[in-house]
């Protein structure tokens, strides 16, 4: 979800759910070492619990990275073994590493040993020609004798030449049984399902095969997800969407009131309305009008449907 989140959509994402974990988008080693911490790895408390996503592929600058993390106040220190993209192979690290799983292991001790909050690491189930059965089983053998009893499975195989990541997201077939296949080689160990998943019933129907569900663009695309698959779950979640714009307005307000632009907020919202009367009308008021210097929280009322007859909205 590189360029995709931040922490202004994990806060928006948490109005609307407040028992799912939320992950960042993935921050390299390199760039919390050198980089602008604050920027990198500041939220704000109300978006716990909260997990700090990491790319890199040297062992002794994952566990200092992942301490970094942890001192901030991370709930969790995750290492992305899934991404294909360029930007990401160029560092050796991302999917490529899956040819290498007894660095992945090595990485993931070095980090476990550096932090108390868990460790967990996210992977495919295949990478190139690397996508059979026993070569799953033998990279989550391989990684889980470093201690990680969590994995994130994004249920494709990924390839790093030939498909753009957008096409690796949609190409490559998903294959939920070679999750559940996981879960039953490895009892003693965690699987959360990631791919494909968009709506409640799917989600719903894989929380009986795995140990849980990640939503990525799916949950950005069409946030209210969250909403119908925590109420299935008895989790505490918003009661209208008008609710968590009025919420989000005041959110905005104090951002723009340090030197924020609405826009870096708005942004994550255009989905909110999604399916439902007066969407388009949001989704365009916002698009047309939230890069303006000189427009403010209002805007995010301005622009809200009317109630529905329901009461959805």
Known sequence: MMDWTDRHCRFFHRQLNS????YTEMVTTGAVIHGDRDHLLGFDPAEHPVALQLGGSEPEELARTARIGAEYGYDEINLNVGCPSERVQKGSFGACLMKEPELVRDCMAAMREAVDVPVTVKTRIGVDEHDSVEFLHDFVGTVADSGVNTFIIHARKAWLKGLSPKQNREIPPL?????????????????ILNGGLTDAEAVLAELDRVDGVMLGRAA???PWILVETGRALSLPVAVSRRAVVEIMADYAAGHI???????????HMLGLFHGCPGAKRWRQMLSQNMHRPDVGPELLQQACPEPAVNGSS
Do not use: C, D, K
């Open 257 to 267: 009131a340090r030197g924020g632009r609405l826009q870096q907020v708005a942004r």
């Open 175 to 191: 294959a939920y049984e070679r999750v559940h296949g996981l879960r039953e080689r490895f009892p003693y160990l965690r699987f």
């Open 19 to 22: 028992g799912a974990l939320l």
């Open 220 to 222: 950005y695309q069409n």
